[in-house]
């Protein structure tokens, strides 16, 4: 099952010429999850030529304006398309408000059901949202609003198969162990009975994306990053400018690459919400700081694709 | 003193790659007035590099989407400049609420003041902006929501000084004609005295600039097109979407030149707001049925310029 990242945009504050803001659609299969949505958000989505109208859930990591106004083109695109199931938008308090009086005072064509789940930062972290095959963890960042980080968290998947178990316990080649690896019991003929742990490994663990934007470089942030095969961080400033990103409640690439080390199992950091003040060789230099520290580190780009592999 | 128009856009209805929503900058010497303002036009604005975040007046010519979903971030921006005077937004019904709930709803960072006119629409067609060398009047046109179509118009110029007249009356070459063409009267050593009309022409009209989207064809909107050195009109569709155009209530590229025609005294006309279904050669298409009508229609491009200059 493919699970990719598309990095929409990378820009923070304000949307630039050739730079969107900041927001990443994944895809699993055929669901499409849209993390943030600034101004611009559904040009930068129609550049990517997806069927992304169809969009299940969006969450929002705090009320900023760089992170919402897309919101109201994205849903009214939204009709465009027939859709019998509703659009989540799950985001901290106000969103709910935003997206209403956006709707009034727009008075808004929307024909499918939209659901705000505003989440009060007091349950969390928790998980907020929850499918066949995955669910999404929110949990709160320090920055100078209330504002969430997401992590998609796929379902275990079950242990690898070990056709030389089987054939040492006599389980003849065909169906019966088709059988065993889709985890049901099964019995042989001689009477005697085996399930899928006797043929088959510890179940592997999901693959994780994590998305943190904008937020202070807490240390507790680790727990949340741990073992990401994918994280996307707020990279915003060079490492010589930490004392604004302090200022503003926001961190350098240098300081995300520290978390991303420290948490362990990071496969890949992808960093985003630039300084609108940086030019692409600014970036480069947030990106060489940040690969002294983490190699793994890379500054993201306007509509990247990254894929998120298995890892075994 | 120049007289330039920016098209910022040219898109109805959604922002493309390479297509942004309709808007026009009107920049008289200081003056900057914004007419709509939809997702993206921030974006329009800074690519053309202008000093733009003193804009004096905002003009919204209703409340749809596309038309307005630009302003959160053009008040934010413009806190970035400091400004002593406050920024004017005209429009429809429902355009201060559209304000204000954002404001509060995204809690805003806005350092000067914001004054939202509401014009109502029995009190059309009126001056709704009057500050030195211009007017803004506003006028109702018919469209699926209560939709406004603007014009500036200059105070009429001083009529042409005739030195031949002067010398004729035997006023002496010198500061005495300067304080003619002024205005002012003078009295010569013989006690003979004059006034401007004696040695300069009747007054000049001032140049106009006319702004409609989105409308139907209505005959009525000739008087307010009537001797627009530069029109900006919506043309939507290719003709042979005629009755596409009447069912969404706008009008096609042939329909707006013939009313340009039919209106005299039209100098050019820059058709906008073209469907998000046509590509660049159905836009040129539009173009050509338009000028078989009116040869001083064109079709608007992004981030181009019009000079408005005197006629005389």
């Given at each position: 099952m493919n699970l990719e990242a598309y990095i929409l945009g990378t820009g923070g504050t304000m949307p630039l010429p050739g730079r969107f803001l900041t927001s990443v659609l994944l895809r699993r299969e055929g669901d499409l999850l849209l993390f943030d949505c600034g101004e611009g958000t559904q040009v930068a989505l129609r550049r990517l030529g997806l069927r992304w109208k169809k969009i299940s859930a969006i969450f929002i990591s705090h009320t900023h304006a760089d992170h919402v106004t897309g919101l109201p083109g994205i849903l009214m695109l939204s009709s465009q398309v027939d859709r019998d199931t509703p659009l989540y938008i799950y985001g901290p308090p106000k969103i709910r408000e935003y997206v209403e009086v956006n709707r009034k005072a727009l008075d808004m064509y929307i024909n499918y059901e939209i659901i705000v789940r505003e989440i009060p930062?007091?349950?969390?972290?928790?998980?907020v949202y929850s499918t066949e095959g995955y669910q999404v963890r929110a949990f709160p960042v320090p920055h100078s609003r209330t504002c969430y980080g997401y992590s998609v968290v796929e379902d275990p998947r079950p242990g690898l198969f070990h056709p030389e178990k089987a054939r040492e316990l006599g389980i003849?080649?065909?169906?019966l162990w088709g059988k065993l690896q889709a985890g049901e019991q099964i019995q042989l003929e001689d009477g005697r009975s085996f399930s899928a742990s006797d043929v088959m490994g510890p179940a592997r663990k999901g693959r994780k994306f994590t998305f943190i934007t904008d937020s202070l470089p807490d240390p507790g942030l680790v727990n949340e990053m741990r073992d990401a095969d994918l994280l996307i961080c707020e990279?915003?400033?060079?490492?010589?400018?930490a004392d604004t990103a302090a200022e503003k409640r926001h961190m350098t690439g240098v300081q995300a690459a520290a978390l991303a080390r420290d948490a362990g199992g990071v496969r890949q950091m992808g960093m985003v919400?630039?300084?609108?003040?940086?030019t692409k060789r600014d970036i480069q230099v947030i990106e060489d700081e940040a690969r002294a520290v983490f190699p793994a580190a890379f500054a993201g780009k306007d509509g990247m694709l990254v894929e998120i592999p298995y890892v075994d």
């Open positions: 930062k007091p349950s969390l972290p928790d998980v003849p080649v065909g169906p990279g915003m400033y060079q490492h010589a400018e919400h630039f300084s609108p003040r940086y």
